[in-house]
């Protein structure tokens, strides 16, 4: 059967076909071809937005947290860690290496302690 119009356009982005048969026309409605001068619904697309994520507390951003040894509640040589060992023979005036082992580490700050 033909269409009414002859031709009947349908356009789809930048894509114009005509058609003359209703079987044609449905071929091109079915492909998501619109009928020219018909308004065409228009989906919007989702737009995905960012997540945001609110963390409270000063320390929320500070990052230098996790990379730190945890400090240990002694205050004598003995339950140390290595990172201590070197603040402390550094608040001593002595500037140790800290690719040495800690073992060694440990055995410069008692001669630190017992030259103090």
Not at 18 to 32: D, N, P
Not at 46 to 65: C, F, H, K, L, W
Request: with cysteine; glycine share 6%; net charge negative.
């Amino acid at each position: 059967m033909h269409l009414k119009k002859l031709p009947t356009w349908f356009v789809k982005g930048d894509s114009r076909r005509a058609a003359y048969y209703t079987i044609q026309a449905r071929e091109l409605r079915a492909k998501g071809y619109v009928e020219e001068g018909a308004k065409a619904e228009v989906k919007k697309p989702i737009e995905r937005q960012p997540e945001i994520v609110v963390e409270a507390g000063a320390s929320a951003y500070d990052s230098t947290d996790a990379l730190q040894e945890p400090q240990s509640d002694g205050e004598t040589i003995e339950e140390m860690t290595k990172a201590e060992l070197l603040d402390w023979a550094m608040d001593q005036g002595h500037d140790l290496k800290n690719s040495l082992p800690k073992a060694e580490i440990f055995k410069l700050c008692k001669e630190i302690e017992e030259s103090a």
